[in-house]
């Protein structure tokens, strides 16, 4: 009697991946707020990344831990602290989200070799207790990444100060 029409089904499954994007909003309201301008899921790059940051030359990933099995060893496959692979169908789940995991790896070396950095938040590093420390770390890398591509070691501390009062990297010019 609960059978679900093949429309209810994709509306059901919907709903569920539009509750699973909160994480993303999360992020792109932090860095928004952090003075970051993005593109989203950008179809032509591999991977499809959530966030792509072209002035940091940087694709931003925010994956669920879940389906991307954070915390999980690829060679053991054992559940995580994060990701509990399920005792039913268990060899289902293990392949499936060991593919999830090399399909990761192999798309962040594609964009690597492209020239791209990749960060991938996961989405227990965005409960609300963790939440602005994680973005507060994601905008230093992104800093970081700048001021190492841009190659500014050779810029005298005072005048990237001024230039730029929002690179935190600045303080620690040695
Ligand atoms: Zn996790």
Redesign the pocket.
């Given at each position: 009697m609960d059978k679900l029409s093949p429309q209810q089904r994709h509306k059901t499954m919907a709903e569920i991946r539009n509750k699973n994007t909160k994480p993303e909003i999360i992020v792109r309201k932090g860095l928004w707020k952090r003075g970051f301008r993005y593109r989203l899921n950008h179809k032509r790059l591999p991977g499809h990344p959530d966030l792509v940051l072209r002035k940091y030359r940087t694709c931003i990933f925010i994956n669920g831990?879940f389906w991307h099995g954070?915390?999980v060893d690829s060679s053991t496959m054992e559940s995580s602290a994060?990701c509990k692979i399920p005792t039913t169908n268990h060899d289902f789940w293990v392949a499936k989200i060991r593919r999830n995991k090399e399909r990761d790896k192999e798309e962040q070396r594609k964009l690597a070799e492209m020239g791209w950095h990749c960060i991938t938040v996961?989405?227990?590093?965005l409960k609300p207790k963790q939440r602005e420390q994680t973005l507060d770390s994601i905008a230093f890398t992104l800093n970081h990444i700048w001021l190492q591509d841009h190659g500014a070691k050779s810029i005298p501390y005072p005048q990237l100060e001024e230039e730029d009062m929002q690179m935190p990297m600045a303080a620690e010019e040695k």
């Open positions: 831990c954070h915390l994060c996961w989405e227990c590093e």
